[in-house]
T-cell receptor, first 111, second 113 residues
Framework: GQQLNQSPQSMFIQEGEDVSMNCTSSSIFNTWLWYKQDPGEGPVLLIALYKAGELTSNGRLTAQFGITRKDSFLNISASIPSDVGIYFCAGFDSGYSTLTFGKGTMLLVSP | NAGVTQTPKFQVLKTGQSMTLQCAQDMNHNSMYWYRQDPGMGLRLIYYSASEGTTDKGEVPNGYNVSRLNKREFSLRLESAAPSQTSVYFC????????????FGSGTQLSVL
């Protein structure tokens, strides 16, 4: 089956620092998505990317859809304590109507 | 705006017991999904329903059954619970179209003793 390799597994940073995480796949996806999960809650969509090379921002978050369609990255600028959570990348296979998720990056932010 | 509602929030079972996890969405979405989340494993797809009347296996379907009762409701059943099924279960729905945008419920934390 399809697999997504997400890195790093975890990050512990100081408030104000920038953060970068990425995801690579053995398969091509038509859509890449990034989700955030707060403790005790379900994941919530942050950014969706639909075209190879696309760069999209949502506030302090910026994500890119890799040219090869097999990778994506997410940057968070000037981190704040409420950025704490688990960030998941996901690739969407429209043929099967399913998403494949990476294993997540746990982000901890120290005030 | 309820979105995706899952019940129960928490459940403890003994090995061999059965139970059904309920999920309902009020967004008129065609597709619905069940995932399980385990530490270090991310979200793994158990079953999904691309549209009312259809269901398909995902990555980890063994030990589970599903029912798409109608467009709103998609339930997950454990016929004979095992300790390996201790996990957090998430239901999600997706609108029609190639967007990949899932809307998740808040999860059910299940412990099987």
């Amino acid at each position: 089956g399809q697999q997504l390799n997400q890195s790093p597994q975890s990050m512990f940073i100081q408030e104000g620092e920038d953060v970068s995480m990425n995801c690579t796949s053995s398969s091509i996806f038509n859509t890449w998505l990034w989700y955030k999960q707060d403790p005790g809650e379900g994941p919530v969509l942050l950014i969706a990317l639909y075209k190879a090379g696309e760069l999209t921002s949502n506030g302090r978050l910026t994500a890119q859809f890799g040219i090869t369609r097999k990778d994506s990255f997410l940057n968070i600028s000037a981190s704040i304590p409420s950025d704490v959570g688990i960030y998941f990348c996901a690739g969407f296979d429209s043929g099967y109507s399913t998403l494949t998720f990476g294993k997540g990056t746990m982000l901890l932010v120290s005030p | 705006n309820a979105g995706v509602t899952q019940t129960p929030k928490f459940q403890v079972l003994k090995t061999g017991q059965s139970m059904t996890l309920q999920c309902a969405q009020d967004m008129n979405h065609n597709s619905m999904y069940w995932y399980r989340q385990d530490p270090g494993m991310g979200l793994r797809l158990i079953y999904y329903s691309a549209s009312e009347g259809t269901t398909d296996k995902g990555e980890v379907p063994n030990g589970y059954n599903v029912s798409r009762l109608n467009k709103r409701e998609f339930s997950l059943r454990l016929e004979s619970a095992a300790p390996s099924q201790t996990s957090v279960y998430f239901c999600a729905s997706r609108p029609t179209g190639p967007t990949g945008k899932l809307f998740f419920g808040s999860g059910t934390q299940l412990s099987v003793l």
